[in-house]
């Protein structure tokens, strides 16, 4: 069963309005690299052309609120990586688990404009 929500036209007018389908195709240049759609804990998943049949018609409001996205609602990537939905501006952005590199070092500077590669960089 297909989750369709009907918009009248003042609350289309009052705020951003997003298909679900073309969104997470904007984000992410190679569908064919989703292995899943669902919950970032599993527990809900579907594979991408099915989520893509069943939500085709889904609109939602970027910023949340009534209508908006399921708070835990994640695509998941064959590399491992995943998109999730940024809440306050309604964007879907890439993620991926932080990986202690061979070679770390130590850094002392932690406050400031640019990365802490920008603000450690030794003179």
Same mark, same amino acid.
């Given at each position: ?25 904007t984000a992410v240049e190679d ?13 809900? *998943? ?6 893509? =049949?069943?939500?085709?018609?889904? /609109?939602?409001?970027?910023?949340? @609120? +009534?209508?908006?996205? *399921? ?6 990537? =064959?590399?491992?990586?995943?998109? /999730?939905?940024?809440?306050?501006? @309604? +964007? ?32």
């Amino acid at each position: 069963m297909t989750q369709q929500v009907k918009i009248s036209k003042r609350m289309q007018e009052a705020a951003e309005w997003a298909n679900l389908v073309d969104e997470i195709e904007t984000a992410v240049e190679d569908t064919s690299m989703i292995a899943w759609v669902g919950s970032a804990d599993g527990h809900y *998943a579907m594979a991408w052309r099915d989520f893509k =049949s069943v939500a085709y018609g889904t /609109e939602y409001r970027l910023c949340g @609120g +009534f209508c908006g996205l *399921a708070a835990d609602l994640v695509v998941k990537l =064959s590399d491992g990586t995943w998109y /999730e939905q940024d809440k306050t501006n @309604g +964007f879907f952005y890439h993620r991926q688990v932080p990986i202690l590199k061979p070679g770390f070092k130590p850094f002392t500077v932690m406050t400031g404009y640019g990365s802490l590669e920008e603000l450690n960089v030794e003179d």
